[in-house]
């Protein structure tokens, strides 16, 4: 079974600490995503990564960065963490050019909680 | 402006019926793609069924079908015979052009009355 692995379920840190999400893929695929998912809005892409050492800012990158040293690895780093980023953070990966039809692969999702 | 709209936050079917989860979206682009993914509440995103903007046919898989009108930019998900386990969150996306990159709209919680 292919899969996207997110390092923890559920995470709960205290405002201003630095937090790191991990999330691993064993497709071999070159793209990866990582969005936040808030009641009412849906997911929304925060960065994407288009190969090793390749980072594209989404539309919500403030207060966030990435990072992607080997392809099967994309981390999401929370540098100082603020209570706004409490919330369901969702990583992705997909195979880039294979049609339209290429779809998301998505792991179970870290329900972050700032306190 | 939202490029993904779903108008129904919440919606009830009864067991065995029939439901639609509405989905319009924007773009101007004349290749794009759209999907539907569930997600129960495990969380993890479950690919449903895609539909490409040169279809000629509606999408269909197993017991979703994709009611797909392009001129009103609509993109509806039918799920045929509900079961308890269709409860869950569906999200609409939309990928366009070249870009590699999906847009969600904002979800729809269903529940199956038994």
């Known amino acids: 079974d292919v899969k996207v692995t997110q390092s923890s379920r559920y995470l709960v840190k205290r405002t201003g600490e630095k937090v790191f999400l991990e999330c691993v893929q064993d497709?071999?695929?070159?793209?990866m995503f990582w969005y936040r998912q808030d009641p009412g809005l849906g997911l929304r892409l925060i960065y994407f990564?288009?190969?090793?050492?390749?980072?594209e800012k989404g539309d919500i990158p403030e207060g966030y960065s990435v990072s992607r040293e080997k392809k099967e690895r994309f981390s999401l780093i929370l540098e100082s963490a603020s209570t706004n980023q409490t919330s369901m953070y969702l990583c992705?990966?997909?195979?880039?050019?294979?049609?339209?039809?290429?779809?998301?692969?998505f792991g179970s999702g870290t329900q972050l909680s700032v306190l | 402006a939202q490029k993904i709209t779903q108008t129904q936050p919440g919606m009830f079917v009864q067991e065995k019926e029939a439901v639609t989860l509405d989905c319009t979206y924007d773009?101007?682009?004349?290749?794009?793609?759209l999907f539907w993914y569930k997600q129960p509440s495990s969380g993890e995103m479950i690919f449903l069924i895609y539909?490409?903007?040169?279809?000629?046919q509606n999408a269909t898989e197993g017991r979703y079908s994709l009611n797909f009108q392009k001129a009103r930019k609509s993109a509806n998900l039918v799920i045929s015979a509900s079961q308890l386990g269709d409860s869950a969150m569906y999200f609409c996306?939309?990928?366009?052009?070249?870009?590699?990159?999906?847009?969600f709209g904002p979800g729809t919680r269903l529940s199956v009355l038994p």
């Open positions: 996306a939309m990928r366009e052009g070249y870009g590699q990159n999906f847009v």
């Open positions: 990564s288009y190969d090793v050492k390749m980072k």
């Open positions: 773009t101007s682009d004349p290749s794009y793609g």
């Open positions: 539909q490409g903007s040169y279809d000629q």
């Open positions: 497709m071999d695929h070159e793209n």
């Open positions: 992705a990966s997909s195979r880039p050019d294979r049609g339209w039809d290429e779809k998301l692969f």
